[in-house]
T-cell receptor, first 113, second 118 residues
């Protein structure tokens, strides 16, 4: 079945550091890939997405590239801010599943001033 | 524009009690979902409703029932609460449930309901 594996957290960085959160997946067909972010006390919200191989999703300085050959969708940001502190979830929706999003376990990021 | 609204935000129950979590969306979305979030487990789908009048089980449906009351509202009921149902519950909605590149891909989430079962 579909699955998403994210790097274990928590991740603690200083402001302006470079961020990478690894995400790999297993899926049937040609999945769409997503990163969702959850700020403290809030629900999840879409950060970025990519729907086909080699697509790059980007938003708020975050980027992720859909790599079919390595089944990966790593999240990167060149310079993190304290306001980026949150839990980040990688997710996929495979072509064989009309409704279900499969989530990774989430990675807690803390950015210190 | 409120988006997805869940009530209550917090609830404490005793084992065996029943309760209903309410969810409403004002975006005219066709599909609605209930997830639970547990530490180290990510989000797991409990039930979903692809469109008004239909509901289907997700990964972890045992101990829960749902009702798609109308296009806007999708409730989750715990008939006899157990400590294992202590969790944070999220309702979500999306535009459509079919077509792998459709708007169904993007879910809008509510702020969550924290449930503790003693």
């Amino acid at each position: 079945g579909d699955s998403v594996t994210q790097m274990e957290g928590p991740v603690t960085l200083s402001e302006e550091a470079f961020l990478t959160i690894n995400c790999t997946y297993t899926a049937t067909g040609y999945p769409s890939l997503f990163w969702y972010v959850q700020y403290p006390g809030e629900g999840l919200q879409l950060l970025l997405k990519a729907t086909k191989a080699d697509d790059k999703g980007s938003n708020k300085g975050f980027e992720a590239t859909y790599r079919k050959e390595t089944t990966s969708f790593h999240l990167e940001k060149g310079s993190v801010q304290v306001s980026d502190s949150a839990v980040y979830f990688c997710a996929l929706r495979s072509g064989g599943s009309n409704y279900k999003l499969t989530f990774g376990k989430g990675t807690l990021l803390t950015v210190n001033p | 524009n409120a988006g997805v609204t869940q009530t209550p935000k917090f609830q404490v129950l005793k084992t065996g009690q029943s309760m209903t979590l309410q969810c409403a969306q004002d975006m005219n979305h066709n599909s609605m979902y209930w997830y639970r979030q547990d530490p180290g487990m990510g989000l797991r789908l409990i039930y979903y409703s692809a469109s008004e009048g239909t509901t289907d089980k997700g990964e972890v449906p045992n101990g829960y029932n749902v009702s798609r009351l109308n296009k806007r509202e999708f409730s989750l009921r715990l008939e006899s609460a157990a400590p294992s149902q202590t969790s944070v519950y999220f309702c979500a909605s999306s535009e459509r449930g079919t077509g792998y590149r459709s708007g169904a891909n993007v879910l809008t989430f509510g702020a969550g309901s924290r449930l503790t079962v003693l």
